[in-house]
C-alpha cells in the first residue's frame, strides 16, 4: 500500500469520524453529567433535517447549521425535561426522542417539500464545502509532509476541524474550568456537588444543552456538509449508536473518544476498500462479512484490548433527595 | 409513600399521559392539514372494530411480547440487552431451519420443536455478548448493538447466498412446508356460520406469548433463579456475598432473554411469512426496549405494552390505509405515547398525587404517625 | 378504481417504488381518474393491503416489488374476478400478470458506455443493500464493461446488509470517493435513495454518474453520464389504462419493448459521443437479436464478470 | 427576649417524607462557641433535622434563626452563606476525585481551575498546621480510608470558613485515635468560637465533649439538658424510653474443641497487594475471640475469604474438615452448607438487597434452604414470610412489616434483620463484621445479647470490630490484626486499651513505655473512660 492509498483511507477515515465524534462528545458531556443518552441519534437526525431544510430554503448554509442546532437543542430539552425536571426514565426518553426525530422529521418533511421526506438537494453555497487550507497546493509536492498536509489535513468542511478542535476544548473545559469540576462531580456524586451549594439541576440542563448543540452540529455534518447534499429520511443510520459505544469504549474520556471515534472511522473506511483488504491479507473478503467487519472487530478489540468501562457512577438515576 | 390508591397508579396516570400523547399526535395531524378525530375513528376501528382488526393488534402484540420479556428479564439483572433485534433475527434463522428440513407430523410438534430452536440460536447469539460481559467486562451495551449489526450481515448472507431458493428475486427461504403452517385464529376461532379473524396474522404463537409473560412472571418472581437474578441486579456485591455467581447470573439471564426473543420467530417467521424474509424482525426488537421499560419489566406490565403498541402499530397502518397520512406518523405517535406514559410520567403523577392528598388529608394535624424505625 | 401497492421502501424511494408512483399519477392525470395506494411499513401488512384492496373492489391492483410473489400466491385464487399485477416477481395464477424487467440487459448498455466514457479504464458499481436484485443490475453492468473494454476494471461494492442502505448517502459518497482512489471515473449507482449520495459526489468530483431506474440525468447536469432507466412507470400506466380487462401472464420488459435502456436527454447530449451512441445502438440490436446473451445473475446465482 | 443571642435557633420544625413524620414541632437553641450534642434512636429525624439546618432538606415548617436572624435556608448555597457547615453521616465526597479537588467543589473562586486548586493547597496546608488535620491533597478520596474521608469533610467545611460546623455521627467509622484527635481539634474549633452541633450514638462522647445535650426520639424533641447535669443511664433513658443495660452480661466460657483453625492464610487482591499475610488463630466451639484493629487491616479481607467470596491460599479447617479457598468448589453458599454465618461489615451493599422486602432478605443467602424451597425450581415465598415475621417479632425489629423495603428501615433494624437472619441459622461459626455500627444504644444492646447468647450454645464466633469498647467487653479473646498480621493475643481481663492501641499501631514491644507519649496519655485517658461506661 503505498503512501497516497494509506492517505485517502485516512482521510475517509477523518470524515466518517467526525460525525461519530461530534455525537460522542455530545454524549460525553451529558453522560458525565449523569444524564444518560441514548438518544443521541434522534437529535442528530433532527438536526441534519432541519439544517439541510433551513439551508435548503435560505441558502445559507450557516443559518441551516443554526437551525441544526436548534432541532437539536429542542429534543434535548425534552430529554432534560424528562429526565432532570420530572425525573423520568431517561432511557425511555432517549428511545422516545430516537422514535419522534424519525418520525416527525419524515412528516414535516413531506408536508414541507412533498419529495417523500427529502430535502431539495443543497447546491453550492447551502453546503459545507471543503477548505483548502493555507499553502496546500504549494506543499503539495514536499516528500511525505506534503501529501500528508494536502490530502489528510487539508480539504475538509469547517465542521470537521471543529469537531477536531472540541476534543481539546472538551478536555480542558472538563479537567482545567470550574464548570468541568462540577459537571465531573455532579455526574459521580450529585449530593457532593448539591450540599456544596451548586445547583444540580442547573448543571445537568447546561450540559444538555452542550449535547444539544454538539448532536445538532454532527447531524449538519451529516447533511450539508461535503460530501453530503441534503436529507434523507433515517440518514443517521444508527451512527448515534456506534456514538454511543464509541463514548462507552472510550470510557467518557474525551481524547479516548477521539481515538475511538477514528478508530470506528477507519474500520468503516476500510469497509469501503476490500481491494485494499485483499491486497493485505491476500484473500478476497466476501461481501456481508466485509460489512460486519467493522463491528466484528469493534467486539475483538472491545473483548480483546479494553477493559471494564466504568460509567459515571450516578449516570442514569436522576437525582431524588426525598425516597 | 403517598395517599395516592392504587388505582390511580396504575389507571389514572396512563390514561391521562394517553391523552396527553393525543392531544400533541392530534397538533401534529392539525398540523399537516389532517382531521385528528378522522384519524382517530379510523385507528380505534381498524385496531379493535372487528375480529380482522384484533387478528393484526394481536399479531403485533405477540411479538413486542417476546422482545418485550426478552429485554425485561435482562433488565432485572442489571443488563441492558439492545440486542433482542438481532436474536429474533436469529431465532428466526433457527426456526426457518427446523421448518424446513424437519418433516413434522403435525403442527403442535412443529411449534415445539420451532419453539425450541428458535429459543436457542437465539440465545446463542445472546451467549457471546453475555460470556464477553462475563468474563471480560466488555459493556453489553456496545456488545450487543454490535451483534445486532452482525445478525444482518449474516442473514444477508445466509438468505442471498445458502437459503434462497434459485430462481427467485426475494432474498427468502422456500416456504415451510404445510405441516409446519400454525393454525391461525382464523382457522382456530371460525365456526360454520361465523368467520372470524379472516386473513388476519394472528396465530397460536399469541397464546404462547401469553404463556411465556406467566413463565417469566413465575421465574422472576417465585423461583430461586429468579431471586438470585434480582439480587444480582440490585446489587452485584451483595449477591457475591450471598454466594451467587455473577457469572452464572449474567449468562444464565442472556441465554434467557436471547431465548425468548428468539421465540419471536414463532410468530412472525412461523406464524405469518411462513418463510424467512431479510429484515423480519422489523424493529420489534428496539420496540421491545420501550415495550420493557413502559411495563417497568413488569410480565404484565409488558403484555399491556405490548397490546398499546400492537394498537398503535395495527391502527397506523389502517391510517396509511384509507388516509393519506404518511405513515411516519404513526412513528410519532408512538414516540409521543412512549414519552408520556414511560418518561414524563412524573409530570401527570405529581400533581394527580397532590389533588388526592390534599382531598385525602383530613383536618387533623395531630395524626399519630410512627416514624418508621 | 385500481390500486397501488408500494413496498417497504416507500413511494419516494427515488427508485422502482417512486417511478411505479409517477406512472401512477400520470395515468390520473390524464384521464382524471383516481387510484387507492398504500405504503406498506410491515411484511404482515402484504396481505392486508391486497385483502382490503380486493375487497373493496379495487380492480386492476398493482404490485410494486418481488416480496409480493409469496403472499399474491396465496391470495389470488380468493378472488378471482380481480386482476393483479405484480412487479418484479413471476406469479403463475391466471389473474395475474407478472411483470419483470431485463436490468441486467439494460445495465448492460450503461456498462458499454461508462467503459467508453471511463478515462482510466476503471469504473465503479455502488449497490444499495446486497440483495440479488442489485446484483442483476451489477453483472449486466459489468458484462457491458468488459465487452467493451476487457482490460477495464469494475469496482463494485454495496453499501449496506440493512434496509438503511437504501437511505445512507454519507456512506454512499464514501464509496464513491474510495472508488474514485481506485481510479473509477464512471459511477453506476443502483442504490435507491443512496444513490443521490453517489451521483452528488460524482458531481463534486467531477467524474460521472450514472442514474438508475428513473431519469436520472437532470439531477447534475453535464455529470449524469447517463441513466439506466426501467420503466415502472410505464408498466403501472399501461396496467391501470388496461383497466380490469387486461392480459393476465408473463410480459418482459426489455430493450425491444423500452422496458428498460439509457436515458438521452439535453442535460447528458454532450458526454455521448457518436461513436458510443453508435456503440451501444449496436450493443442494443444485438441483444434483441440475440447475439448478445447478457447473463441474468438471478437465473443461477453466478456472474461470469465479477463476483459478489 | 434577655437571653444572649443563640448562634442556631430553629422553631417549630416540622418535616414528613410521605407518610413518615421525621421531624415534629421541634425547637432548638444553641449558644455560640459551645458544643452541643444531639442524640436519639436510629431514626429518631436527628440527620434530617441537621439537613434542614443545612438547606439540604426543606422543612414543611418553621423557622431558622441564624445569630438571631431569621434566615431562609433553601439549599445548601445558602447555609454556606450564612457560616455553616456539615460533614453528613454519609459522607458526601465524589469518590474518583483528590482531596483537593472535592475540597474546592463548589467553593472555586475563579472560573479557571488551576489557580483555585493552587490556592486551596496553600490553604489546605495551613489549615493542616493549624488543626493537625494533614491530609495528602492529592490522594483519590476511594482509595483512602474513611478516617481521612472524615477529615477530608471537615476541611470541605473548614475551607469554607464556616463558623458553624455540624457533624452527624462522625465517630462511627473512626478508630479511637482518630476518634480522640477529632475531638481534640473540636475543642479548637469551639475555643476560636465556633459552634458545633455534633450527632453521635456513643454517650461517652457526649460525656466528654459537650456542653448541653438534646434528645430526640420518633421525631420529637424530647429534652435538652447540660451535659454537666446529666448521666450516660439517663441520657440513655431518655432517647429509648426504658432502662439500658450499658454493660454486657456474659457468664464465663464454656470452651468446646476446636470450631475454626487457621493456618497461613495469605491473599493477594486484585492489585497485587498482599494483604494477609500469613494468618494463623483458632476458635472454639463457645468462643468469642475479638479481632481488632485499624480498619483496612485485612479484617475485611479474612472475613471474604472465611465467607466464601474472595480466594487465597493456607488452609483453613472447619470442625477438622478443610474448606476450599480455591473459589473452585466453593462460593458463599457452601460456605452456609458447612454452617458459617457471616453478617458482613456493610449491610447495606452486603447483607441486604436494599430493594427487597424485609421478608425477601430474610432468605437471602439461604435461598438454596429446603425450608424456603416448595420444589427444585419453585421458593415456598409464603414460609419464608412467616419466617420472617417470626424472627422480626423475636429481633424487636421496627415496624414489623415484612412487606417494607429494606432501605425503608433505618440502619439499626436494618442490622437488626442481617443478625436475625445469621444468627437464627444457629450456625457452628459466626462470622460478625462492625455488628453495631450506627446503630444506636438500644439495638446496640440487644445485638450484644444475641451474640453472647449463640456464644452460650456453645458456638464459635469471629468479632471484627474498630470499637475497642465492644470488642473489650463482648470476647473472650482478643486478636489483634495489623498489616495484614495478627500482632498478638490478649485476654480481655489481662490488657488494657493502651496495650491494644499499640498493637493496632503495629507496635507489639508494649512493655516499654512508647515514645509517642501524647498517643500513650490519650489511650490511657480513653481507657478510664472506657472502663467507666460499657
Ligand atoms: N430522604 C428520605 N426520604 C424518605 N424518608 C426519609 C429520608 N431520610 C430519612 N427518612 C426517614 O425519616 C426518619 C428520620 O430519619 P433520620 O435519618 O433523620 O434519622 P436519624 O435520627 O439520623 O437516624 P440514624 O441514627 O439512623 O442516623 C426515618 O424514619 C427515615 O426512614
Ligand atoms: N440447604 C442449603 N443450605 C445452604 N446451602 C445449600 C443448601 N443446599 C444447597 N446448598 C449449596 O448451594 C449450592 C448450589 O446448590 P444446588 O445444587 O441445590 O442449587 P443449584 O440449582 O445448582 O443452584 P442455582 O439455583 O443457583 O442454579 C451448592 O454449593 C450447595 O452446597
Ligand atoms: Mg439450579
Ligand atoms: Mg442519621
Redesign the pocket.
Known amino acids: 500500500m503505498d503512501l497516497l492509498t494509506l492517505l485517502q483511507v485516512l482521510d475517509a477515515t477523518v470524515r466518517l469520524a467526525t460525525p461519530l465524534l461530534l455525537a460522542c462528545l455530545a454524549g460525553l458531556f451529558s453522560e458525565r453529567a449523569g444524564i444518560f443518552d441514548i438518544g443521541l441519534e434522534g437529535k442528530m437526525l433532527g438536526g441534519a433535517f432541519l439544517s439541510a431544510a433551513i439551508a435548503a430554503v435560505t441558502g445559507s448554509v450557516w443559518l441551516g447549521l443554526g437551525a441544526g442546532i436548534v432541532a437539536a437543542l429542542l429534543l434535548s430539552a425534552i430529554h432534560g425535561l424528562a429526565s432532570i425536571t420530572f425525573r423520568g426514565n431517561q432511557l425511555i426518553s432517549g428511545v422516545a426522542i430516537n422514535f419522534f426525530a424519525q418520525g416527525l422529521t419524515v412528516v414535516i418533511a413531506q408536508s414541507w417539500f412533498g419529495q417523500g421526506g427529502r430535502t431539495p438537494q443543497l447546491g453550492d453555497g447551502s453546503r459545507f464545502a471543503g477548505l483548502t487550507l493555507p499553502g496546500a497546493e504549494a506543499l503539495r509536492d514536499v516528500p511525505i509532509l506534503g501529501p500528508i498536509y494536502y490530502e489528510l489535513i487539508s480539504g475538509h468542511t469547517i465542521l470537521v476541524y471543529i469537531a477536531f478542535l472540541i476534543v481539546p476544548l472538551t478536555w480542558w473545559v472538563l479537567y482545567r474550568t470550574r464548570y468541568g469540576l462540577r459537571l465531573r462531580a455532579v455526574g459521580e456524586n450529585p449530593a457532593a456537588v448539591d450540599t456544596a451549594g451548586v445547583s444540580v439541576r442547573g448543571l445537568r440542563y447546561s450540559a444538555i444543552v452542550i449535547c444539544g448543540v454538539l448532536t445538532g452540529i454532527a447531524g449538519a455534518q451529516l447533511a450539508t456538509a461535503e460530501p453530503a447534499a441534503g436529507f434523507i429520511k433515517d440518514m443517521t443510520a444508527g451512527r448515534g449508536y456506534i456514538a454511543l459505544a464509541a463514548l462507552i469504549f472510550a470510557k467518557w474520556r474525551p481524547w479516548y473518544a477521539l481515538f475511538a471515534c477514528l478508530l470506528f472511522g477507519f474500520l468503516q473506511a476500510l469497509e469501503l476498500r476490500p481491494d485494499l483488504i485483499q491486497a493485505v491479507i491476500g484473500l478476497r473478503v466476501q461481501g456481508q462479512l466485509l460489512s460486519a467487519l467493522p463491528y466484528i472487530m469493534t467486539v475483538v478489540i472491545l473483548a480483546g484490548f479494553v477493559g471494564k468501562a466504568i460509567p459515571p457512577r450516578a449516570g442514569g438515576e436522576p437525582y431524588v433527595k426525598e425516597r | 409513600m403517598n395517599r395516592m390508591p392504587t388505582w390511580a397508579d396504575v389507571i389514572l396516570v396512563p390514561l391521562v399521559s394517553l391523552l396527553l400523547a393525543a392531544f400533541f399526535s392530534a397538533i401534529v395531524l392539525l398540523a399537516i392539514g389532517e382531521n385528528p378525530w378522522e384519524a382517530l375513528k379510523l385507528m380505534v376501528e381498524g385496531s379493535v372494530g372487528s375480529t380482522y382488526a384484533w387478528g393484526y393488534t394481536l399479531y403485533y402484540a405477540t411479538n413486542f411480547i417476546f422482545t418485550g420479556l426478552a429485554v425485561a428479564v435482562a433488565n432485572h439483572a442489571k443488563l441492558f440487552n439492545i440486542g433482542a433485534e438481532g436474536q429474533a433475527q436469529l431465532g428466526g434463522l433457527g426456526v426457518a431451519l427446523v421448518c424446513l428440513f424437519l418433516p413434522f407430523p403435525h403442527w403442535s410438534i412443529a411449534l415445539i420443536v420451532a419453539i425450541c430452536a428458535g429459543a436457542l440460536f437465539g440465545a446463542a447469539w445472546a451467549a457471546i455478548p453475555a460470556f464477553l460481559q462475563a468474563k471480560r467486562g466488555s459493556h453489553i451495551v456496545i456488545t450487543t448493538i454490535m451483534f445486532n449489526f452482525i445478525a444482518n450481515a449474516l442473514l444477508v448472507y445466509l438468505l442471498v447466498n445458502v437459503l434462497k431458493p434459485s430462481g427467485t428475486m426475494e432474498p427468502a427461504t422456500a416456504s415451510f412446508p404445510d405441516a409446519a403452517h400454525l393454525p391461525s385464529f382464523n382457522a382456530m376461532f371460525s365456526s360454520e356460520e361465523t368467520v372470524r379473524f379472516r386473513g388476519a396474522p394472528a396465530n397460536v404463537s399469541f397464546f404462547v406469548a401469553v404463556a411465556a409473560c406467566i413463565g417469566v412472571w413465575a421465574l422472576i418472581w417465585r423461583t ?2 429468579g431471586y ?1 437474578l434480582r439480587a444480582f441486579g440490585h446489587s452485584e456485591s451483595a449477591a457475591r456475598y450471598a ?3 455473577p457469572t ?1 447470573i449474567i449468562m ?1 439471564a442472556m441465554l434467557i432473554s436471547g431465548g425468548l426473543a428468539g421465540c419471536m420467530a414463532i410468530n412472525n417467521v412461523m406464524g405469518e411469512a411462513e418463510r424467512l424474509v431479510l429484515n423480519s424482525v422489523e424493529g420489534a426488537g428496539f420496540i421491545g426496549i420501550a415495550v420493557a421499560l413502559m411495563g417497568r419489566s413488569h410480565p404484565f406490565g409488558v403484555f399491556l405494552a405490548a397490546l398499546l403498541f400492537g394498537f398503535l402499530y395495527q391502527g397506523g397502518a389502517e391510517l396509511a390505509l384509507w388516509a393519506s397520512i404518511p405513515r411516519e406518523m404513526i412513528v410519532v405517535i408512538q414516540a409521543l405515547v412512549i414519552l408520556f406514559t414511560g418518561a414524563l410520567d412524573n409530570m401527570v403523577r405529581a400533581p394527580i398525587e397532590r389533588i388526592f392528598n390534599r382531598v385525602g388529608r383530613p383536618p387533623k394535624p395531630e395524626r399519630k404517625l410512627e416514624p418508621a424505625e | 378504481d385500481p390500486a397501488i401497492i408500494y413496498d417497504l421502501g416507500g413511494k419516494f424511494d427515488k427508485s422502482f417504488n417512486e417511478s411505479a408512483f409517477n406512472g401512477a399519477t400520470m395515468w390520473a392525470d390524464e384521464t382524471g381518474g383516481s387510484f387507492a395506494e398504500v405504503e406498506l411499513q410491515s411484511d404482515a401488512q402484504r396481505e392486508q393491503a391486497l385483502r382490503r384492496f380486493a375487497e373493496a373492489g379495487n380492480n386492476p391492483i398493482v404490485m410494486a416489488g418481488f416480496s409480493f410473489e409469496t403472499p399474491l400466491n396465496e391470495i389470488a385464487p380468493d378472488y378471482p374476478d380481480t386482476t393483479f399485477v405484480i412487479i418484479d416477481a413471476v406469479v403463475d395464477q391466471p389473474n395475474v400478470r407478472s411483470v419483470i424487467f431485463n436490468e441486467h440487459e439494460g445495465s448492460y448498455l450503461v456498462g458499454v458506455l461508462a467503459a467508453m466514457a471511463s478515462e482510466t479504464d476503471t469504473v465503479g458499481f455502488v449497490g444499495g443493500m446486497d440483495i440479488p436484485l442489485i446484483r442483476k443490475f451489477a453483472c449486466g453492468y459489468a458484462q457491458g464493461v468488459m465487452a467493451t473494454n476487457p482490460d477495464a476494471t469494475v469496482v463494485a461494492n454495496m453499501i449496506g446488509t440493512t434496509p438503511e442502505a437504501w437511505n445512507d448517502p454519507a456512506k454512499a459518497s464514501e464509496l464513491t470517493l474510495a472508488q474514485i482512489s481506485q481510479d473509477a471515473d464512471v459511477v453506476y449507482a443502483a442504490a435507491g435513495g443512496s444513490g443521490l449520495g453517489v451521483l452528488q459526489t460524482a458531481a463534486d468530483e467531477d467524474i460521472y454518474g450514472i442514474g438508475v431506474d428513473s431519469n436520472q440525468n437532470y439531477l447534475h447536469p453535464g455529470q449524469v453520464l447517463t441513466s439506466m432507466v426501467k420503466q415502472v412507470d410505464t408498466a403501472v400506466y399501461n396496467a391501470f389504462s388496461q383497466g380490469e380487462d387486461l392480459e393476465t401472464g408473463l410480459m418482459v420488459m426489455g430493450i425491444e419493448n423500452e422496458g428498460v435502456g439509457y436515458a438521452m436527454d439535453d442535460n447528458n447530449a454532450d458526454l455521448i459521443s457518436e461513436e458510443m451512441m453508435t456503440a451501444v445502438d449496436e450493443a442494443a440490436a444485438a441483444i434483441n437479436a440475440g447475439d448478445i446473451m447478457v447473463h441474468d445473475y438471478t437465473s443461477d446465482e453466478s456472474c461470469p464478470a465479477i463476483d459478489f | 427576649m434577655a437571653d444572649p443571642v443563640a448562634a442556631i435557633e430553629l422553631k417549630g420544625i416540622s418535616k414528613a417524607f410521605g407518610p413518615v413524620q421525621a421531624n415534629k414541632d421541634i425547637s432548638i437553641r444553641v449558644m455560640p462557641g459551645t458544643i452541643h450534642g444531639i442524640i436519639g434512636e436510629n431514626g429518631a429525624g436527628k440527620s434530617t433535622l441537621m439537613s434542614i439546618l443545612y438547606g439540604f432538606y426543606k422543612a414543611d415548617e418553621g423557622e431558622i434563626f441564624i445569630n438571631g436572624k431569621r434566615t431562609e435556608i433553601p439549599d445548601s448555597q445558602a447555609a454556606i452563606g450564612a457560616g455553616i457547615g456539615m460533614v453528613f453521616q454519609h459522607f458526601k465526597l465524589v469518590e474518583n476525585f483528590t482531596v483537593l479537588e472535592n475540597i474546592v467543589l463548589g467553593a472555586e473562586d475563579s472560573a479557571m481551575l488551576r489557580p483555585s486548586l493552587a490556592r486551596a493547597r496553600r490553604e489546605l496546608k495551613a489549615l493542616a498546621d493549624e488543626y493537625e488535620l494533614s491530609v495528602d491533597p492529592d490522594a483519590v478520596i476511594q482509595e483512602i480510608g474513611v478516617g481521612m474521608q472524615q477529615r477530608v469533610e471537615i476541611l470541605k467545611a473548614l475551607y469554607r470558613g464556616c463558623d458553624i460546623l455540624i457533624l452527624d455521627e462522625p465517630t462511627g467509622v473512626l478508630t479511637p485515635a482518630e476518634a480522640d484527635q477529632l475531638f481534640r481539634i473540636l475543642n479548637r474549633l469551639k475555643d476560636e468560637g465556633k459552634t458545633i452541633i455534633l450527632i453521635t450514638h456513643k454517650l461517652r462522647e457526649i460525656m466528654d465533649i459537650t456542653e448541653r445535650v438534646s434528645v430526640m426520639r420518633r421525631g420529637e424533641m424530647v429534652a435538652t439538658v447540660s451535659t454537666a447535669e446529666t448521666s450516660p443511664p439517663e441520657l440513655a433513658e431518655l432517647m429509648v424510653g426504658r432502662k439500658v443495660l450499658l454493660r454486657v452480661e456474659k457468664k464465663p466460657a464454656k470452651l468446646g474443641d476446636k470450631t475454626l483453625e487457621v493456618r497461613g492464610l495469605r491473599v493477594v487482591d486484585d492489585q497485587g497487594v498482599e494483604r494477609l499475610r500469613g494468618i494463623d488463630f483458632d476458635i472454639r466451639a463457645g468462643e468469642i475471640l475479638g479481632l481488632a484493629g485499624v480498619a483496612g487491616n485485612g479484617q475485611s479481607e479474612l472475613l471474604e475469604v472465611l465467607g466464601g467470596y474472595r480466594i487465597a491460599t493456607g488452609e483453613v479447617l472447619l470442625n477438622g474438615k478443610p474448606i476450599d479457598l480455591t473459589g473452585s468448589r ?2 458463599g ?2 460456605r ?2 458447612r454452617g458459617i454465618a457471616h453478617v458482613p461489615e456493610d449491610r447495606q451493599a452486603e447483607g441486604l438487597i436494599m430493594d427487597y422486602t424485609a421478608w425477601e432478605n430474610t432468605a437471602f443467602g ?5 425450608k424456603y ?1 416448595a420444589n ?1 425450581l419453585f421458593m415456598k415465598n409464603a414460609a419464608i414470610r412467616a419466617d420472617c415475621e417470626a424472627k422480626m417479632k423475636k429481633f424487636d425489629v421496627r415496624p414489623p412489616d415484612p412487606m417494607l423495603l429494606a432501605k425503608n428501615f433505618s440502619g439499626g433494624n436494618q442490622q437488626k434483620i442481617v443478625v436475625a437472619r445469621e444468627i437464627e441459622r444457629d450456625p457452628d461459626l459466626l462470622l460478625v463484621g462492625q455488628p453495631t455500627r450506627g446503630v444506636d444504644i438500644g439495638a446496640i444492646e440487644f445485638i450484644h445479647q444475641q451474640i453472647v447468647a449463640l456464644r452460650d450454645r456453645g458456638k464459635a464466633i469471629l468479632l471484627v470490630s474498630v470499637e475497642l469498647d465492644e470488642i473489650m467487653s463482648l470476647s473472650d479473646r482478643i486478636a489483634v490484626m495489623f498489616d495484614g498480621k495478627i500482632m498478638g493475643e490478649r485476654k480481655p481481663g489481662e490488657t488494657d486499651a493502651r496495650e491494644l492501641g499499640l498493637l493496632m499501631a503495629g507496635i507489639t514491644d508494649t512493655t516499654l513505655p512508647h515514645s509517642a507519649a501524647e498517643v500513650e496519655a490519650q489511650l490511657a485517658e480513653r481507657h478510664g473512660a472506657a472502663g467507666k461506661e460499657v
Open positions: 430461586r433463579l438470585q454466594g451467587i455467581s452464572k444464565v | 466453593s462460593d453458599q457452601s452456609r452448607a439461604y435461598h438454596h434452604d429446603h424451597q427444585a
